[in-house]
């Protein structure tokens, strides 16, 4: 069965890093461009970014911008977002999906569980 | 960047009822744009993609149309398990968005 399984995520203070991680398993990981989703408590749905199959072409919401970085390794079945000066805002649930092509324009079509950040001081 | 906007917001109906929701782009998106359920607690799963076509295992009572800057998600015939939120996506650009939700709620 295709999987995602995200981890990394915590409790962090306000303007410090985090690194998320997403694995994927049981299909062929650089066939396919990645993306990062977020849900913030009670709220809805919000892309944050995505990467194409061979991490050449990325896209990021504006509100993050210059502080967050997504890329993989294929090597490792691997995508990552490294959050840098993060922020209040930036709480929230944060969800692996793949992408329907291997481009940075798809619908998702596998979704992980997620992972849970927190900024708080 | 595109902004999505969903309605209603909210939706009670019955079982067995027939139920559309709609999406709206704030600039044509041609047909990219893609549909998901979600339940609380559970991530969202994918229903609809390029506007139209269903998702593998998505049962048939669930469609989808529209192109440009409108888009509907109908229900044929409400079911217990269909009581969720929707969400509408648009793929148009490099810069995806959602659309805010629906909740669809039983009466």
């Known amino acids: 069965e295709v999987h995602l399984v995200e981890s990394g995520g915590g409790v962090v203070r306000p303007g410090g890093p985090l690194r998320l991680s997403c694995v994927a398993s049981?299909?062929?990981?650089?066939?396919?461009?990645m993306n990062w989703v977020r849900q913030a408590p009670g709220k809805g749905l919000e892309w944050v970014s995505a990467i194409n199959w061979n991490g050449g072409s990325t896209g990021y919401v504006e509100s993050v911008k210059g502080r967050f970085v997504i890329s993989r390794d294929n090597a490792k079945n691997s995508l990552y977002l490294q959050m840098n000066s993060l922020r209040a805002e930036d709480t929230a649930l944060y969800y692996c999906?793949?992408?329907?092509?291997?481009?940075?324009?798809?619908?998702?079509?596998?979704w992980g569980k997620g992972t849970t950040v927190t900024v708080s001081s | 960047d595109i902004q999505m906007t969903q309605s209603p917001s909210t939706l009670s109906a019955f079982v067995g009822d027939r139920v559309t929701i709609t999406c709206r782009a704030s600039?044509?998106?041609?047909?990219?744009l893609a549909w998901y359920q979600q339940k609380p607690g559970k991530a969202p799963k994918l229903l609809i993609y390029?506007?139209?076509t269903l998702q593998s295992g998505v049962p048939s009572r669930f469609s989808g149309s529209g192109s440009g800057t409108e888009f509907t998600l109908t229900i044929s015939s409400l079911q217990p398990d269909d009581f969720a939120t929707y969400y509408c996506q648009q793929y148009s650009t490099y810069q995806s968005s959602f659309g805010q939700g629906t909740e669809l709620q039983i009466k």
């Open positions: 999906a793949r992408g329907g092509n291997s481009g940075t324009t798809a619908y998702m079509d596998v």
């Open positions: 049981e299909f062929t990981f650089d066939d396919y461009g």
């Open positions: 600039q044509s998106v041609t047909t990219w």
């Open positions: 390029k506007t139209s």
